[in-house]
């Protein structure tokens, strides 16, 4: 599997999942996308109408980041917990708290961050799948990387503030990376800052989701 996040209208993600999923998957990709609708909307009552906009608005990629390594921001999770004095397994067993929850509970598998305001990621219970769905608020993942790049200062030592629009990183690279310049996981999760600032940010400007999805890696963006 491949980390995968991309930025577009949900139905166009659809649309792809139609065109390259088997029949089964997608009627689940459609139950996914229409029980996040209604959790969010059930959050959020007061901004049903822009919820169920959002949902239904019809926009081309504009950006796409795409990792060999699964993994790809488990450096970054790492980290932010490590700051806070806990763990991943803490934080997702409800033992633990984090000053960076949302970016931490997008968790390995697949998410979606929402361009709406919201303090605790919400689970999602899909009918006939057998973990929730996770939902992020954007807004407060921004906020949140804030905070962390005071810590990994990435300007200053990786050269950027965010990744381009359209990024695809191999295993391979990484690997040579790894051996030829001696880096760490503190350095990939400065990465992961870049790649989800970058993210989030085109979708905030463009009223979009950013999809993260693994299932997707070997879907055309």
């Known amino acids: 599997m491949k980390f995968d996040a991309r930025v577009l209208g949900i139905p166009?993600?659809?649309?792809?999942?139609?065109?390259?999923?088997?029949?089964?998957d997608y009627q689940l990709e459609l139950a996914k996308f229409d029980a996040a609708q209604a959790r969010l909307a059930a959050k959020l009552p007061a901004e049903k109408k822009a919820i169920t906009d959002?949902?239904?608005r019809r926009f081309d990629c504009i950006s796409h980041f795409q990792c060999e390594r699964f993994t790809f921001l488990s450096p970054l999770h790492e980290f932010a917990c490590f700051l806070d004095g806990t763990t991943i397994e803490e934080v997702f067993g409800e033992n633990a708290w984090t000053s960076y929850l949302?970016?931490?509970?997008?968790?390995?598998n697949d998410s979606l961050v929402v361009p709406f305001d919201f303090p605790v990621p919400l689970q999602v219970e899909v009918p006939d799948r057998r973990h929730p769905y996770t939902l992020c608020s954007g807004p407060r993942i921004l906020k949140e990387l804030e905070v962390l790049d005071e810590y990994v200062a990435i300007e200053q030592t990786i050269g950027v503030r965010q990744f381009d629009a359209f990024v695809q990183i191999s295993n391979a690279?990484?690997?040579?990376?790894?051996?030829?310049?001696?880096?760490?996981?503190?350095?990939?999760?400065?990465?992961g800052v870049a790649a989800l600032r970058g993210l989030i940010q085109r979708a905030a400007g463009n009223g979009l989701p950013v999809i993260v999805d693994p299932a997707f890696g070997d879907v055309p963006a």
């Open 102 to 108: 949302h970016i931490v509970l997008m968790g390995p």
């Open 173 to 191: 690279d990484m690997e040579r990376y790894e051996k030829q310049e001696g880096v760490g996981r503190r350095f990939w999760a400065k990465w």
């Open 12 to 24: 166009n993600h659809l649309a792809h999942a139609k065109k390259h999923l088997p029949k089964p």
């Open 54 to 56: 959002f949902f239904n």
